[in-house]
């Protein structure tokens, strides 16, 4: 079985530079090796932002505020 835990990561944007974004990271089962599950949005459906404290909520919605997914 997985552990699961948040995590920050930065990806270089075309126009913004490096920029903050949530992820899922997963350990390997043998402990050795850490990889990303995937990107936390703040309305997913998968309930893992729901299980986050406030504060990293909160972060989870500022870098949602700056997605290039985000209706503008």
């Known amino acids: 079985m997985f552990?699961?835990?948040?995590?920050?990561g930065l990806i270089e944007h075309r126009l913004w530079g490096f920029i903050f974004?949530?992820?899922i990271i997963k350990k390997s089962d043998a402990?050795?090796?850490y990889f990303t599950s995937h990107t936390?949005?703040?309305?997913?459906s998968?309930?893992?932002?729901?299980?986050?404290?406030?504060?990293?909520q909160k972060i989870v919605a500022l870098c949602d505020e700056y997605s290039d997914k985000r209706d503008f």
């Open 3 to 8: 552990e699961e835990f948040f995590g920050l």
């Open 21 to 23: 974004t949530p992820y």
């Open 31 to 33: 402990g050795r090796f």
């Open 40 to 44: 936390i949005f703040p309305l997913a």
């Open 46 to 56: 998968d309930g893992f932002n729901a299980s986050l404290s406030p504060d990293l």
